[in-house]
T-cell receptor, first 114, second 111 residues
C-alpha cells in the first residue's frame, strides 16, 4: 500500500515569492491534515479536511496561506508571499474516518525562505 | 498546549530495553495515551495507544499507571533504527480530533 505522497521534498525560495506544496493521501482516506513543523518542535495543525470541506482551519494564517482539496483527494497548500519565518517542514497526513486511532504522515516538504 | 511532559532526551544501549516515560497528570477519563515517533527526515509514525490497560504490539509495549497520570513506552530490544524523537500524546479517540504534539523525547541508541 502506498503511503502519503508529498512533493516537492525540498524547496528553496526567496522571500516574497509564492510557493505551493502538493499532497496525495492514502487511497480511501477521506480526512486530510496539513501540519507545520518548526525546527526542534512537534508538528502543529494548520488545516484539516473532511472530504472537500475544510472543517478546522483555525490555525491557518489566512492572510498569506491558502489550501484546497478539490474532489476530496489531492490537496495543495500555498503560501503567497513567503516570509523568512515560513521556513519549516510542511507535513501532510491522512486518516480513514472509520479509524479514529491513527494518522498516516507523509515525509514532508522542507521549505527554506532566503 | 501539549498535556504531556517528557524528558528532552535519553540514551539507550543497542539491544537493551528503552523505557520512555511520560507524565499526563491532567488526563481526562475519555482520553487515550498515544505514542508516535519521528525518525530524522520522515513524518511521524504511529506506535501504539491505550486507555487504561497495558498494551503490546509488534513495535512496543505501553504501560499505563493505575491512576493514569503517567505511562511508559517500552522498546524491548532497541536497535540503531529506533533512534528518533518519541512523542507522547493525550487525545480523545475521535476521528476529527487533531493531534497536539509536544517536543517529545529524543532517543539516542548507542552502539
Amino acid at each position: 500500500e502506498a503511503g502519503v505522497v508529498q512533493s516537492p521534498r525540498y524547496k528553496i525560495i526567496e522571500k516574497k515569492q509564492p510557493v505551493a506544496f502538493w499532497c496525495n493521501p492514502i487511497s480511501g482516506h477521506n480526512t486530510l491534515y496539513w501540519y507545520l513543523q518548526n525546527l526542534g518542535q512537534g508538528p502543529e495543525l494548520l488545516i484539516r479536511y473532511e472530504n472537500e470541506e475544510a472543517v478546522d482551519d483555525s490555525q491557518l494564517p489566512k492572510d498569506r496561506f491558502s489550501a484546497e482539496r478539490l474532489k476530496g483527494v489531492d490537496s495543495t497548500l500555498k503560501i503567497q508571499p513567503a516570509e523568512l519565518g515560513d521556513s519549516a517542514v510542511y507535513l501532510c497526513a491522512s486518516s480513514f474516518s472509520g479509524d479514529a486511532y491513527e494518522q498516516y504522515f507523509g515525509p514532508g516538504t522542507r521549505l527554506t525562505v532566503t | 498546549d501539549a498535556k504531556t511532559t517528557q524528558p528532552p532526551s535519553m540514551d539507550c544501549a543497542e539491544g537493551r530495553a528503552a523505557n520512555l516515560p511520560c507524565n499526563h497528570s491532567t488526563i481526562s477519563g475519555n482520553e487515550y495515551v498515544y505514542w508516535y515517533r519521528q525518525i530524522h527526515s520522515q513524518g511521524p509514525q504511529y506506535i501504539i495507544h491505550g486507555l487504561k490497560n497495558n498494551e503490546t504490539n509488534e513495535m512496543a509495549s505501553l504501560i499505563i499507571t493505575e491512576d493514569r497520570k503517567s505511562s511508559t513506552l517500552i522498546l524491548p530490544h532497541a536497535t540503531l533504527r529506533d533512534t528518533a524523537v518519541y512523542y507522547c500524546i493525550v487525545r480523545v479517540a475521535r476521528r476529527d480530533d487533531k493531534i497536539i504534539f509536544g517536543k517529545g523525547t529524543r532517543l539516542h541508541i548507542l552502539p
